[in-house]
């Protein structure tokens, strides 16, 4: 079992910048592939950025946050970060940290068993 809390959520204008925090507790923390997601009202949940504790530490994004947005982790802290800068209105979502041990990193939603509850991004124009 993992238990993932994420932090750093907020308002901000666009332009701006936040980090967001997931700290994670259960599982050995540096054998999990560590995702971010999120959801906007009325929409499905999107794929943001991973970071596989495989393949070297290999990290996917997603085209939305291309360039803009960076994934990182501690495993000495078991906390995965998520650095984004030039927000946009259309960043405004719930974001989610998600946590798997399968056998590659995975982008979709239904690959991945372990879910924080979330923290919320606004983004003002």
């Known amino acids: 079992q993992v238990h993932l809390v994420e932090s750093g959520g907020g308002l901000v204008q666009a332009g701006g910048s936040l980090r967001l925090s997931c700290a994670a507790f259960?599982?050995?923390?540096?054998?999990?592939?560590m995702g971010w997601f999120r959801q906007a009202p009325g929409k499905e949940r999107e794929f943001v950025a991973v970071?596989?504790?495989?393949?070297?530490?290999?990290?996917y994004y997603g085209d939305s946050v291309k360039g803009r947005f960076t994934i990182s982790r501690d495993n000495a802290k078991n906390t995965v970060y998520l650095q984004m800068n030039s927000l946009k209105s259309e960043d405004t979502a719930v974001y989610y940290c998600?946590?798997?041990?399968?056998?590659?990193?995975?982008?979709?939603?239904?690959?991945?068993?372990?879910w924080g509850q979330g923290t919320q991004v606004t983004v003002s124009s």
């Open positions: 970071h596989s504790w495989t393949s070297g530490g290999s990290t």
């Open positions: 998600a946590a798997d041990n399968g056998v590659i990193a995975a982008t979709l939603p239904s690959q991945y068993e372990y």
């Open positions: 259960g599982r050995p923390f540096s054998r999990l592939h």
